[in-house]
């Protein structure tokens, strides 16, 4: 290019001079001169026949195109651009569509209603769109979506032999092709269906998920396990190596320390929560940590999030629980049918419903304590026993369901496990 302003001919030379201003402009970030340098000449004689020019010019189109149309990266998450991952995007998006899920919102007014639907389907939108490889390719290169998919067609019909050629004349119109399907409330929640009903949802935080019952008849007894699951190391590590033999003079044997009681009125090491009602640190709220430890004399858990380490209260805490299993519902078709809890939120007179997102059906539905059985590991809150009332208010975990008698066993303390009626539970 260089070369050419000092040997080419004066048109020559004011052809490369714009193509250089107009990198100087894009550098700058003043993508409309630049647009504007490379136009005023493509309008001068035989400009369009040199290819340099025309490329650069159509170049300029989509960086001004790119720089001024929504940015998909930034609506699943203000910390995205370009150069996240599949695990980044993945990561950002669970985040986003936990925090906006319309179920979340129905205890709210209208319009916090209508602004969570609407932020549903853009989050599910730009996230299914940036998720197919190509799409995603073409749109990083700066096309929009009407001319991803006029790509996306033109590469169809050239392998079927239609040979449709390029879009002939300077890209930015030139249509015939849908820009993509527009992403309505059925569709959306489609995509976070499917997307909670591959992997682990929450296997990037590690632990486990909680066990689980879905999917067994009715009357079966399903044992989820002893104390013993509860976390923590078998037996006492130190005993086995703090023996009397092998010390040299014969030195006394030392007495292992007791391990700590077992606790089972607080969320179990490794416990999945997501992160709610956070004040001083706003910007946290809807992450998914895993519980490390619970302090007692501080009264908070320590969760890790993220590489980092958050001392939070259980009321700022929501249990993520796979494997739970709807129980006489109102309607034949969600019977026995399991899922993944992601939260809880009051209907319009208070009482709490569990929102569980069924992958199956690619729905998600708002149930009632009573019509819900929990996985063993979860932690519950003990409500409205009559016959002992003594027992109201204590926490306990689940540690397994009797389908015929339909209570739960529910440890309180290494001595205390009493069997209770699904409305006498309550998710911590």
């Known amino acids: 290019a260089n070369a050419a302003l000092y040997h080419g001919s004066d048109a020559s030379r004011g052809r490369v001079a714009a193509r250089l201003g107009a990198e100087a402009l ?10 504007d340098l490379l136009e005023a000449q493509l309008e001068k004689p035989d400009a ?4 340099d020019l025309v490329d650069a010019y159509r170049k300029a189109q989509r960086l001004l195109k790119k720089a001024s149309r929504p940015d998909l990266y930034k609506i699943v998450s203000p910390d995205l651009d370009e150069s996240a991952d599949e695990a980044a995007l993945k990561k950002a998006y669970k985040k986003a569509a936990l925090r906006w899920h319309p179920d979340r919102f129905a205890a709210k007014g209208e319009a916090e209603q209508t602004k969570a639907a609407e932020e549903f389907k853009r989050i599910n939108d730009a996230y299914e ?14 096309y929009d979506r009407e001319e991803v998919e006029q790509q996306l067609e033109m590469q169809k019909q050239q392998r079927q032999g239609g040979g449709m050629g390029g879009f002939g004349g300077f890209p930015g119109g030139g249509g015939g092709f849908p820009g993509g399907a527009r992403m309505d409330p059925q569709r959306a929640q489609e995509v976070f ?21 879905g999917g067994m008849p009715g009357g079966i ?14 037996g006492n590590m130190e005993s086995m190596f703090m023996g009397g033999g092998g010390f040299p003079g014969g030195q006394p044997r030392r007495r292992a320390s007791r391990p700590e009681p077992k606790r089972f009125d607080v969320l179990r090491t490794g416990a999945q929560v997501m992160l709610h009602g956070l004040v001083s640190a706003a910007d946290r709220n809807d992450e998914v940590g895993v519980v490390e430890r619970y302090d007692d004399g501080r009264g ?12 939070l209260k259980g009321a700022n805490l929501h249990q993520l629980l796979r494997g739970v299993r709807l129980l006489d519902v109102s309607k034949p078709e969600l019977e026995g049918k399991s899922g993944t809890l992601l939260g809880t939120r009051p209907d319009r007179t208070g009482e709490t419903r569990y929102l569980i997102n069924l992958a199956s059906l690619k729905q998600t539905v708002a149930v009632k304590a009573e019509n819900l059985i929990l996985p063993g ?19 306990g975990t689940i540690q397994s369901w009797d389908g015929a008698a339909k209570r739960y066993v529910v440890q309180i303390t290494p001595a205390e496990a009493p069997k209770l009626k699904l409305a006498n539970v309550e998710l911590v």
């Open 26 to 35: 894009q550098g700058l970030g003043r993508y409309a001169d630049a647009l």
């Open 377 to 395: 590991g979860a932690l519950v809150r003990i409500r409205d026993v009559q016959s002992k009332p003594a027992l109201n208010g204590k926490h």
């Open 193 to 213: 269906s499917m997307f909670f009903g591959g992997d682990d949802p929450f296997s990037d935080f590690g632990g486990g998920g909680g066990g689980g019952m």
């Open 300 to 311: 908070r858990y320590q969760i890790k999030v993220e590489g980092d380490v958050l001392s």
């Open 129 to 142: 769109f940036l998720t197919d490889p190509q799409r995603r390719r073409l749109w990083d290169d700066g």
């Open 48 to 51: 369009k026949a040199d290819r």
């Open 221 to 234: 007894r399903i044992q989820m396990g002893g104390p013993g699951m509860m976390g923590g190391m078998p």
